[in-house]
């Protein structure tokens, strides 16, 4: 009999939503994985690491707290060989682009088919670069500077920051999440509304959904 795909490798799942968490759970034990925890957030996400030492971490970009792009910065900054594919609902390249840049392992959209879940596991748990075939030619374009999009003038830390505010989250709350004070998330939002051309919040907002960056 062949072996399952997947076969005795340890995988941590992370995404704030239960239902998205049992399908994958499902499908990848379908495969021959064992999930050995799951967590809700990024700093979840990091304590279940630490904890279990997976093949692979699966991570969801858009999460409560410090979310998944902090979260990924934060474990390869402790566990340089980690394994993680990042996962998003979201299409723009800015998202894949940073998380890849980053140095996550894989990315994957949610809308890809579930044999692509399943592929691009097998791949990362063996060391192996991923990219979505479906996003492949945008995060090309991408890194010449051809999509045309405003947060590329945005550094790392100003890109997760300025996520977290267009989200609706106040200075003081970005400040906690990333435990830093709020006259550093000030400034940081101050170079942000400078590079974007913005005076308050709500025009924030508006780009980052225009850039596909969140959904309203």
Same mark, same amino acid.
């Given at each position: ?23 994958? $759970?499902? =499908?990848?034990? *379908? %495969? ?6 799951? #967590?809700?957030?990024? !700093?979840?996400?990091? &304590? ?49 682009? $940073?998380? =890849?840049?980053? *140095? %996550? ?6 809308? #890809?088919?579930?044999? !692509?879940?399943?592929? &691009?596991?097998a791949r990362i748990a063996r060391g192996q670069r991923y990219v979505d ?84």
């Amino acid at each position: 009999m062949a072996c399952a795909p997947l076969e005795s490798l340890r995988l941590i799942l992370a995404d704030d939503h239960a239902v998205v968490r049992m399908g994958f $759970r499902m =499908l990848l034990e *379908g %495969a021959g994985a064992h999930v050995v925890a799951e #967590a809700d957030s990024g !700093e979840a996400a990091l &304590a279940a690491f630490a904890e279990h030492r997976p093949d692979a971490l699966l991570m969801d970009v858009s999460m409560p707290g410090i979310g998944g792009l902090a979260a990924l910065e934060r474990l390869l900054a402790r566990s340089p060989d980690a394994r993680v594919l990042m996962l998003s609902a979201h299409e723009d390249a800015q998202i894949p682009l $940073r998380a =890849l840049r980053a *140095g %996550a392992t894989g990315y994957l959209s949610k809308r #890809a088919q579930p044999h !692509e879940l399943v592929r &691009a596991v097998a791949r990362i748990a063996r060391g192996q670069r991923y990219v979505d075939p479906e996003l492949a030619p945008q995060l090309a374009l991408a890194q010449f500077g051809g999509n045309g999009d405003p947060a590329d003038a945005l550094t790392d830390k100003e890109f997760a920051v300025f996520l977290q505010l267009a989200q609706g989250n106040s200075v003081n709350q970005v400040a906690t999440t990333h435990k830093l004070s709020p006259s550093t998330i000030g400034t940081h939002l101050y170079h942000i509304k400078q590079k974007l051309n913005a005076t308050n919040a709500a025009e924030l907002a508006l780009i980052a959904v225009r850039s596909g960056l969140i959904t309203v």
